[in-house]
C-alpha cells in the first residue's frame, strides 16, 4: 500500500446459505472469517439463512463480526421467500451475492434480477444435483431450468472440485473468467497436537484398552451412506473382536443406524457420539477412517476425508470419493461397494497391516496444496473483489 493510502474498503457480501448448523458449507465459511481475523484482515459478512431456526453456529458467526439473518418465511413459500430476500438485497446495500445452494441458488439469483451488485456467485459444493422437493417428476423437471437460470444470471460459477463444477455445469465447457474451482482452506493447527493418547480415548468412550476403532465422521444421512459403514464394521468385528465402531455426527438416519447396529449384534462394539468439538482428538485416537459414499453420484469433496490424514489416519473409501481430498501422503484403499462389507473387512486388515501413515508428512503435503489456509483465503477474497 502506497503511504498515505486508504485501506481498501472490504465489499459488503451477503452469503445465502441453509443455516449455520455443522455442515461442510458453513463450517469452511466461519474458519475462513476465523482466519481472516487472525490475518488482521476486514470482511463485511453476512449470512442469510434459508431455514427460519436458530442454529448452532450462529453465535459464533456473530462473535467473528458477521451478522446473521434468518428469512422470515420458509424456501417452500417461493414467491414470499423471494421478496423477503430482495428486500434485505435491497436494503442492505450489498455489491455480492455469494450463494451456496448449488441448484437452488438459482432462486436466490431471481431474488436479485435487476440490482445492482457487483458480484453473483453461484458455489457449487456437491455433485448431487438437489433439488428439494419430494416429487422425483418435480425434480427431473426443474433440474435444467435452474442449472440455466444459474449459468445465465451469475457471473461467477465456482466448484469446491473439478467434478462438483464439471457437474454443475452440465456438459457447458468451463469459461474463463466466470468458472473456477476453489477448494476449502483446512485448518491443520487443531491436528498438531492432537496425539494425546489412544488410551485417554479408549477410558472416556468406555472401550477396552486394546479396542482398534473404525471411525465414522459426518451426517448420519444417506449420502454419506453411514449404514454401509455399520456392515462394515460387522464384518470387521467378526474377524477381530477387539474393533469397535465409533460414529461422530448427526442427521436423518441416526436411529436406522443404531438399529443396524443392534441387529447386527454390536451393542457394545459402537458408539454414537453426535456432533463433537474434539474431533481431531478422536481422529488422532482412531484407528482407520471409513467413508462409503455412494458411487453415484459421488461425492464433490469430503473434508473429513483430509482431516482424517492429517490426524495420520488409514482411509476406507467407495469409489463415490474422489481423488480431490487426497494428499500425496495418503494411505487408502478404494473399494467398489458392491464388493460387500466383507471385502472392505479385508482391506481394512490390510491396512493395518502396514505403517501407519505420517500425520506430520500430512500436514506437510497440506501446506503445498490449495488447501493452504492462506491461499484458499486469498483466493475466496478474490471471488468478491
Given at each position: ?6 485501506p ?7 452469503h445465502v ?7 461442510a458449507?458453513e ?11 487472525r ?5 463485511d459478512?453476512t449470512f ?6 436458530v ?12 451478522r ?11 414467491a ?11 436494503q442492505?446495500?450489498y455489491?455480492?451475492l ?6 437452488v ?10 440490482l ?9 459444493h456437491?455433485a448431487?444435483?438437489a433439488?428439494?422437493?419430494p416429487?422425483r417428476?418435480k425434480?427431473?423437471i ?5 442449472r440455466?437460470?444459474?449459468l445465465?444470471?451469475?457471473?461467477r460459477?465456482v ?7 464439471q ?6 465447457r468451463?469459461r474463463?473468467g466466470?468458472?473456477s ?5 483446512v ?5 498438531c497436537?492432537a496425539q ?5 480415548l479408549?477410558r ?13 465422521a459426518?451426517?448420519l444421512v ?7 459403514a455399520?456392515d ?6 467378526a474377524r477381530?473382536?477387539r474393533?469397535s465402531g465409533v460414529?461422530?455426527?448427526d ?13 447386527k449384534g454390536?451393542?457394545d ?6 456432533w463433537?468439538?474434539?474431533v481431531p ?6 484407528d ?5 459414499h ?8 469430503g473434508?473429513a476425508?483430509?482431516e482424517?490424514q492429517l ?7 467407495s469409489l463415490?470419493?474422489?481423488?480431490a481430498p487426497?494428499l ?8 467398489p461397494?458392491s464388493?460387500?462389507?466383507d471385502?472392505w ?7 493395518a497391516?502396514?505403517p501407519?501413515?505420517?500425520?506430520r508428512?500430512?500436514i ?13 483465503l ?5 471471488l468478491?473483489?
Amino acid at each position: 500500500m502506497l503511504r498515505g493510502a486508504e485501506p481498501a474498503v472490504p465489499a459488503r457480501v451477503l452469503h445465502v446459505v441453509e443455516g449455520l448448523e455443522h455442515g461442510a458449507v458453513e463450517s469452511w465459511l466461519l474458519r475462513m472469517l476465523r482466519h481472516s481475523q487472525r490475518r488482521g484482515l476486514t470482511t463485511d459478512w453476512t449470512f442469510y439463512c434459508a431455514l427460519d431456526r436458530v442454529g448452532a453456529n450462529d453465535g459464533q458467526a456473530r462473535a467473528l463480526g458477521a451478522r446473521v439473518i434468518h428469512s422470515p418465511v420458509p424456501l417452500g413459500r417461493k414467491a414470499a421467500f423471494v421478496r423477503a430476500l430482495r428486500q434485505e438485497l435491497r436494503q442492505g446495500g450489498y455489491a455480492v451475492l455469494h450463494a451456496h445452494h448449488d441448484l437452488v441458488s438459482a432462486v436466490y439469483l431471481a431474488a436479485a434480477a435487476g440490482l445492482p451488485l457487483k458480484r453473483r456467485i453461484v458455489h457449487a459444493h456437491n455433485a448431487d444435483e438437489a433439488v428439494p422437493t419430494p416429487n422425483r417428476l418435480k425434480q427431473r423437471i426443474l433440474r435444467e431450468p435452474m442449472r440455466r437460470t444459474c449459468l445465465m444470471l451469475a457471473d461467477r460459477i465456482v466448484g469446491n472440485s473439478h467434478l462438483s463444477l464439471q457437474t454443475f455445469l452440465g456438459g457447458q465447457r468451463c469459461r474463463g473468467g466466470r468458472d473456477s474451482i476453489l477448494y476449502y482452506g483446512v485448518d491443520p493447527t487443531p491436528f498438531c497436537g492432537a496425539q494425546a493418547g489412544k488410551d485417554t480415548l479408549r477410558r472416556e468412550l468406555d472401550l477396552p484398552a486394546d479396542a482398534r476403532i473404525l471411525l465414522f465422521a459426518g451426517r448420519l444421512v444417506p449420502e454419506k451412506n453411514p449404514l454401509f459403514a455399520v456392515d462394515a464394521l460387522a464384518a470387521l468385528h467378526a474377524r477381530d473382536s477387539r474393533v469397535s465402531g465409533v460414529f461422530v455426527g448427526d442427521g436423518a438416519l441416526a436411529l436406522a443406524v443404531r438399529e443396524r447396529a443392534i441387529a447386527k449384534g454390536l451393542e457394545d462394539a459402537v458408539r454414537f457420539l453426535g456432533w463433537r468439538g474434539d474431533v481431531p482428538r478422536i481422529m488422532a485416537g482412531s484407528d482407520w477412517f471409513i467413508l462409503p459414499h455412494p458411487e453415484q453420484p459421488s461425492e464433490g469433496f469430503g473434508i473429513a476425508v483430509v482431516e482424517a490424514q492429517l490426524a495420520g489416519l488409514p482411509l476406507l473409501l467407495s469409489l463415490g470419493v474422489t481423488d480431490a481430498p487426497l494428499l500425496p501422503t495418503a494411505s487408502f484403499r478404494r473399494l467398489p461397494l458392491s464388493a460387500g462389507p466383507d471385502a472392505w473387512a479385508v482391506a481394512a486388515v490390510d491396512l493395518a497391516g502396514g505403517p501407519r501413515p505420517s500425520a506430520r508428512d500430512a500436514i506437510r503435503a497440506l501446506a503445498e496444496s490449495p488447501m493452504e489456509m492462506d491461499r484458499a483465503l486469498d483466493a475466496l477474497l478474490a471471488l468478491h473483489a
